[in-house]
């Protein structure tokens, strides 16, 4: 039954990672679909790794608040209601709605399309309550970075309003920098994305953590 529940939850990754990893750039800066794919089936190899070596690992307890500045107006909060999602975005930034299989919002820097940031969600089984389930979050980030020939620079977890999140960043090999957030929450795998050239990520960085650190898919 557990190597069930974790290997649903690892093909709901692979499938969000499709999206967590696609670009929505000018066509040289784009990920094509053949390796947006290739992308999703190495998340997919892990499972034999993480479901056949779940070592034990401490369970984060205290909880850490959820982020709200503004960054004196860089930000601005963001709620969806039927989406059940809160959060800070930037301010300004072209805001899209769902492109099937790509991602559920995006949002867009005006001048460099290259930064970006995509939330995607993908439907778990009811019984999946955290993203837990897929190991240590320095384990799974090891394993992501390896598959995907990038640097895993940090992987970190934290307990917010109940939920846990796991964060991981990522200096890939196209020279994209890249933020990525999991969690598991009402039913379903939640990914933010956030991704610049890694020339521009020092500018981006903080800008990009504080997006992170707000992100909460529910409302209450």
């Not at 940031?117 to 439907?123: E, G, N, R, V």
Request: with cysteine; glycine share 4%.
């Amino acid at each position: 039954m557990k190597f069930a529940k974790s290997f649903a939850l690892l093909s709901a990754l692979a499938a969000s990672s499709c999206q967590a990893w696609s670009f929505s750039a000018a066509p040289e800066q784009q990920l094509s679909r053949r390796q947006a794919i290739r992308a999703a089936a190495t998340v997919a190899a892990t499972a034999t790794v993480l479901i056949s070596s779940q070592p034990a690992f401490a369970v984060v307890e205290e909880e850490t608040p959820r982020i709200v500045t503004r960054m004196g107006g860089l930000l601005e909060p963001f709620q969806d209601g039927p989406r059940s999602i809160r959060m800070s975005t930037p301010s300004g930034w072209n805001k899209f709605e769902g492109e099937v299989g790509a991602y559920d919002i995006k949002w867009q820097d005006l001048v460099d399309p290259a930064e970006n940031i995509k939330i995607s969600s993908t439907p778990v089984k009811s019984t999946t309550e955290s993203i837990a389930a897929l190991g240590p979050v320095q384990a799974l980030g090891e394993s992501l970075a390896s598959k995907r020939k990038a640097k895993l620079v940090e992987a970190k977890e934290r307990l917010t309003d109940g939920v846990l999140f796991y964060q991981f960043e990522f200096a890939i090999s196209d020279n994209t920098h890249q933020l990525l957030v999991l969690c598991v929450c009402k039913g379903k795998l939640w990914s933010l994305d956030a991704s610049s050239t890694e020339k521009r990520w020092p500018k981006r960085a903080e800008l990009y953590n504080n997006v992170a650190g707000s992100f909460m898919p529910k409302l209450a």
